[in-house]
């Protein structure tokens, strides 16, 4: 089988599955189909488990492309990065910091967004850049800013978005500051796990906005993670 025909057979195995559990709805099909996960994924990266926790061994596209794109176009998420950067090769590090998150959980939180055709958006953790361009497509690159601690995350998910075709407002730096040189913002996109929301990003958020983010129950570190990641 050739890679066309297992993007083509993977893309629409998934978008099924999402459909079918209620995370995919019609009005983010679109962006779905024109955005592929598989441009926002690394050849070499450790995908997660479909029960429990943890992540499995490393993938190669470059020497296994049929596993790889098994797991790009499974729902689970794909780490892309141990121990901020400072791990290297094959085996697992010590704590996964940057992920292409499970595509289940991407278009749930991006359906409780509830952009509209002009939302101007902020999403804090720019990650493998896979939500920023989903958003970009949905609403305008224009109306898209995003907003990532690490530069070498920054970096690569920078050339992945603009490869794809897309120009966002993409930031180098601390998302729990927000960015307030593109506020006022209709709507919040956070991908790191939260205790509670920065205030100045609440500040950045237009009366009757919509802040979505992932609930952490103890005190994590001031990072920027993916989620759409």
Known sequence: MTEHEMREASL???ASRLKGMGALRSDWLPAFAAVPRESFVPDLMWPGQSKGTGQGDAID??????AWFRAVYSDVSL???????QHSGTGKGRTPTCSNSQPSMVFS????LDVQESSRVLEIGTGTGWNAALLSERVGPGNVVSVEVDEENAKSARERI???????????GDGFEGYREGAPYD?????AALTEVPYRVIGQVRT??????????TEGPRRSRTGTQ
């Open 12 to 14: 629409h195995g998934l």
């Open 187 to 191: 709507r919040v996109l956070v991908t």
């Open 162 to 172: 603009e490869s794809a075709g897309y120009h966002p407002t993409l930031i180098v």
């Open 61 to 66: 596209r470059n020497e296994d492309p049929e």
């Open 208 to 217: 009757g906005g919509v802040i979505v983010a992932p609930y952490a129950t």
């Open 109 to 112: 939180m991006l359906a409780a």
């Open 79 to 85: 780490t892309t990065q141990w121990d901020d950067g």
